[in-house]
């Protein structure tokens, strides 16, 4: 069964750090998602991209965020200068369509020291 | 605005009892999805249901069952004859209709209720 795969699982990073999470979603979705969930926390969107461009952003998405699709598989999240609040657990999640389950990945798991 | 409420924050019963987690919602949209996510301790988000707003029919899959009211803005997640594998965080999800400009499909979550279940 296609699954959506993140790396690394886990990372360490000291603040003001750049950190780039990687995901490789279905290969057949189009739709991409990024949500965090602080430790012990709700799950929040963070953003979703469609053709190569976002489509929807939240409030925590803001200039530290970056998305990019490099490739036809791989969909990153990069944060630019980390912050100790920034720490989560980051989940990349896809769907075939705006109407289609999304379904997410492992997550990764983000300490920033 | 969109909204939804676990007003369960934990949940402790002992295996084989039937367990209801509660998910009440809020949105202005008339076409919206529902959404029940499992969160095992190992962290991952596991698929449980989706739910359209057109659709109020009861649905069982095996010990699992979801009531869903639109009168009474609810979710809800039964699970019957409960086993120690269902500990976990249940997290419930809305998803608004696409809008142009607007929505795009982004799942609004609960703040989940975990279940421990003891032998």
């Known amino acids: 069964e296609p699954e959506v795969t993140q790396t690394p699982s886990h990372q360490v990073t000291q603040m003001g750090q750049e950190v780039i999470l990687r995901c490789v979603p279905i290969?057949?979705?189009?739709?991409f998602y990024w949500y965090r969930q602080i430790l012990g926390q709700k799950v929040e969107f963070l953003v979703s991209?469609?053709?190569?461009?976002?489509?929807?952003k939240s409030e925590i998405f803001d200039d530290q965020f970056s998305v990019e699709r490099p490739d036809g598989s791989n969909f990153t999240l990069k944060i630019r200068s980390t912050k100790l609040e920034d720490s989560a657990m980051y989940f990349c999640?896809?769907?075939?369509?705006?109407?289609?389950?999304?379904?997410f990945g492992p997550g990764t798991r983000l300490l920033v020291l | 605005a969109q909204k939804v409420t676990q007003a369960q924050t934990e949940i402790s019963v002992v295996e084989k009892e039937d367990v209801t987690l509660d998910c009440v919602y809020e949105?202005?949209?008339?076409?919206?999805?529902l959404f029940w996510y499992k969160q095992p301790p190992s962290g991952e988000l596991v698929f449980l249901i989706r739910?359209?707003?057109?659709?109020?029919q009861n649905e069982i899959s095996g010990r699992y069952s979801w009531n869903f009211q639109k009168s009474t803005s609810s979710f809800n997640f039964t699970i019957t004859a409960s086993q120690v594998v269902d500990s976990a965080v249940y997290f419930c999800?809305?998803?608004?209709?696409?809008?142009?400009?607007?929505?795009?499909?982004?799942?609004?979550f609960g703040k989940g209720t975990k279940l421990s279940v003891k032998p």
């Open positions: 999640a896809s769907g075939g369509s705006l109407l289609e389950t999304q379904y």
């Open positions: 290969s057949n979705h189009l739709y």
């Open positions: 991209f469609y053709n190569n461009e976002i489509s929807e």
């Open positions: 949105t202005r949209d008339t076409t919206y999805y």
């Open positions: 739910r359209n707003s057109f659709d109020e």
């Open positions: 999800a809305l998803s608004e209709a696409v809008h142009y400009g607007g929505s795009q499909g982004n799942l609004i």
